[in-house]
């Protein structure tokens, strides 16, 4: 095995082939605090990609209700119990990864689903913590709110590190070099499925009727045109920002990315003790127990809180929030300009331009006569 660095778990660990970072790294941040669970991304991305045989039951994005819900069952309840809690000192994680964990003859730890286990996609939907026992004792009396639940969306995350890739016996998945983007080949795959099992996150699905294993494709051919994704075009509660991330050395102030994952630290990776280095992060949810949290997206998760809790005396992280789901487009840069934000190109190109603060217009409410139900 290779020694590699991941800076999420920030130290070297062993992977299965030498670290050979992407001319750039396909990324994306959701804000939990924003997402409805309208469920828009996945029937975008279902209509687009996998509306063919063999790919009914397959969500390569779904929507998932935390603490209860999973897609599919438990996936990472089991991922937890095969490592144990995550053990992390000063920012350093100190426990093994997937890959340092293997079992003799294996190249990643892992479990694989049951056809089953993939039957109900919206289970937990909307349960609440405990809420059944909490009635029992009075619930309505609680203050502050003791329930709780948020909405996970959940994509491929074209891991630095991917255990579809490591697992893989026949070389048939690959990290594009030009983007970061995790691709399986249908051509080179006889379905032995060990990326299925290998994959953490249960974002390979095998298509019995193809004999194949498919996955997202981060939408490349929209990529390759400077546009965001499906799921993210689509998105009705605007919590989803795709773009390019750096190695921290590397962080840029106007990359919208960078600024948020690495400069403010307010965007957390899924799970990062897996050892995978997966590039979506997320906003965690302000109001879901610390502890719980904590074991989902690491030791960030108190500074991300404070930061996003203060975001709207930030002037800068206001702005760049606003950005979100207000292009098609990817943004490269970003730069505030008075009370407005612009995104950027590629090539410096201007592709967007959003007041920081929404203007509100009142009306008056009666025109001649008739009173107006909506004045503003
Ligand atoms: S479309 Fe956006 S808001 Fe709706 S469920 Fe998907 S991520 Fe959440
Ligand atoms: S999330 Fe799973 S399928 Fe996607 S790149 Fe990582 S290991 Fe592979």
């Known amino acids: 095995m290779a020694r590699v660095n991941n800076w999420q778990i920030d130290r070297d660990m062993s992977y299965w082939y030498a670290e050979k970072r992407p001319k750039k790294q396909f990324a994306a941040i959701f804000d939990i605090n924003k997402c409805i669970a309208c469920q828009t991304c996945t029937i975008a991305c279902k209509t687009t990609w996998t509306s063919g045989r063999g790919q009914e039951y397959m969500l390569w994005n779904n929507v998932e209700s935390k603490p209860f819900g999973f897609y599919p069952i438990a996936w990472d309840v089991h991922a937890l119990e095969l490592l144990g809690a995550g053990d992390w000192k000063d920012g350093v994680y100190q426990g093994r990864t997937l890959f340092e964990a293997a079992r003799e003859g294996e190249r990643v730890l892992g479990w694989r689903p049951a056809a089953d286990d993939y039957a109900n996609p919206n289970l937990g939907e909307d349960d609440a913590l405990d809420a059944e026992a909490l009635i029992d004792k009075g619930l309505e009396l609680l203050v502050p709110q003791a329930v709780w639940f948020f909405y996970l969306a959940r994509i491929c995350n074209h891991c630095t590190y991917p255990a579809c890739l490591a697992a893989c016996p026949r070389g048939a998945i690959y990290k594009r070099p030009e983007d970061g983007i995790v691709l399986a080949d249908q051509k080179k795959c006889r379905g032995y499925r060990e990326c299925v099992k290998a994959c953490p996150y249960k974002k390979v699905f095998f298509n019995a009727d193809a004999g194949v294993s498919q996955k997202c494709i981060g939408c490349y051919p929209l990529i390759e045109q400077n546009e965001q994704p499906r799921c993210f075009q689509n998105c009705i509660g605007k919590i989803r920002n795709q773009g390019f991330l750096s190695r921290p050395e590397d962080a840029r102030e106007d990359n919208p990315l960078d600024y948020l994952v690495h400069i403010r630290k307010l965007a957390l990776p899924l799970l990062p003790q897996l050892g995978l280095e997966p590039n979506v992060y997320y906003v965690p949810p302000i109001h879901a127990p610390k502890t719980f949290l904590h074991q989902m997206f690491g030791p960030g998760v108190e500074h991300a809180l404070a930061t996003y809790k203060a975001a709207a ?37 201007e592709i967007v331009r959003v007041p920081v603060k929404e203007p509100v217009w009142v009306r008056a409410p009666m025109k001649g006569d008739v009173p107006r139900l909506n004045v503003t």
């Open 313 to 349: 005396e930030d002037p800068v992280l206001v702005a760049l929030l606003s950005l979100f789901g207000c292009t098609p487009k990817t943004i490269h840069r970003f730069k505030v300009i008075g009370d407005q934000v612009a995104g950027y190109d590629e090539k410096g190109g």
